[in-house]
């Protein structure tokens, strides 16, 4: 417990000390956002804020994790894990993805940076051996960091998807929850402080799984089979400090946008931590607001084409997608939108802690 204590300390400091730093630079470099044109007219005001904070974010995660580990070693801790390793590597990987896009719209000079289907077929990579890399690296109980089960908030045992099935899960997880997380990332704090609270849920369930594993010793009655548990929490509570220290700068107004770096280096991150916690399903809980907003851009885009395949004029179902800017463009302030969305992500986060608590519980 104390080692979680002290990444999520070391994430929060490291976040909130060095990111004025990365401000300096950037503004030394030039390295400003640039705002829609179509999009709310209040936003314009924020072109030339810097970018690609994200990388603040991750850095001061991956200093959480290490300086755990370095207390840790003076109580004979083992080390990294694989399993600790690979998730920092999909952070990583997304991040840089990420980072790509942000560069190709600063060197531009316009908000468009990779096209899409470059950007998949990153996102493919970095899923791809990610998901080779969790189906190695077996413990001395034989376990992987990753389950070739479909799981809910631990494997269903009954739907096993094969190797090929589950580097194809891995996949849509990791790129619908990089996009989703992305196209969250439109008001400042808005990603950074919803990203907190899923971070400091993975924080508490993989505890939980750490309390509570199968390994090693006589296996208690509902007990968990995730390999690393103990180094997942290390690393969703080094994020989740790293969060909070970001969103110091990032509230409005912001004085650093994360950009495509943070929100998918976050996604990227969120995913891991479902695969190899063993809770795929349940992100979509925890992770509900990131969902709500993905859908409302799905619909929106799927009725506009509808609508003028059939009509020949398309119609929208909002003001704007993604679905926070329906609500500024109806009047409400970016801050009461940002704060209400916030309340929604907290709602998602207790409900999904909730059934996983209760399963928990369950098994006495």
Request: charged share 15%.
């Amino acid at each position: 417990m104390k080692t979680i204590l002290i990444a999520a300390l070391f994430g929060l400091l490291s976040s909130i000390l060095c990111t004025p730093l990365v401000v300096r630079f950037f503004r030394k470099e030039g390295f400003g956002q640039e705002i829609r044109e179509d999009g709310p007219q209040s936003h314009l005001v924020k072109r030339g804020t810097p970018t690609m904070g994200g990388v603040a974010i991750m850095g001061a995660t991956i200093v959480g994790y290490l300086v755990a580990h370095l207390v840790g070693s003076f109580r004979h801790d083992s080390g990294p894990s694989a399993s600790g390793l690979l998730l920092l590597f999909l952070m990583l990987g997304c991040g840089g993805v990420g980072f790509l896009d942000d560069m190709i719209k600063l060197r531009r000079r316009r908000n468009l940076g990779l096209r899409a289907r470059t950007k998949f077929l990153g996102q493919l990579l970095v899923a791809l051996l990610f998901g080779i890399g969790a189906m190695m690296f077996r413990d001395k109980n034989g376990t992987t960091p990753a389950s070739k089960h479909l799981s809910y908030v631990r494997d269903i045992a009954p739907i096993s998807l094969g190797f090929i099935g589950f580097l194809v899960l891995a996949y849509i997880i990791v790129t619908a929850t990089t996009n989703a997380v992305n196209l969250t990332d439109g008001m400042d704090g808005l990603v950074a402080g919803s990203a907190a609270m899923v971070m400091g849920a993975y924080t508490l369930v993989t505890f939980i799984q750490f309390r509570s594993t199968c390994f090693p010793g006589p296996a208690l009655n509902g007990c968990y089979t995730v390999r690393d548990p103990q180094d997942l929490a290390l690393i969703a509570a080094a994020a989740m400090g790293a969060c909070f220290g970001f969103l110091w700068w990032n509230a409005s107004p912001a004085q650093i946008f994360m950009g495509d770096t943070g929100s998918m280096a976050l996604g990227g991150l969120m995913a891991g931590l479902a695969i190899l916690s063993r809770t795929e399903l349940l992100l979509v809980v925890l992770g509900g607001l990131f969902a709500v907003v993905t859908l409302s851009s799905v619909l929106q885009t799927g009725w506009f084409k509808y609508t003028r395949y059939r009509t020949g004029t398309g119609r929208r179902i909002f003001r704007m997608a993604p679905f926070h800017h329906h609500f500024e463009l109806g009047g409400w302030a970016e801050v009461t939108t940002i704060v209400r969305f916030w309340i929604v992500c907290g709602l998602a986060v207790a409900f999904g802690m909730g059934l996983f608590y209760a399963e928990f519980i369950s098994h006495g």
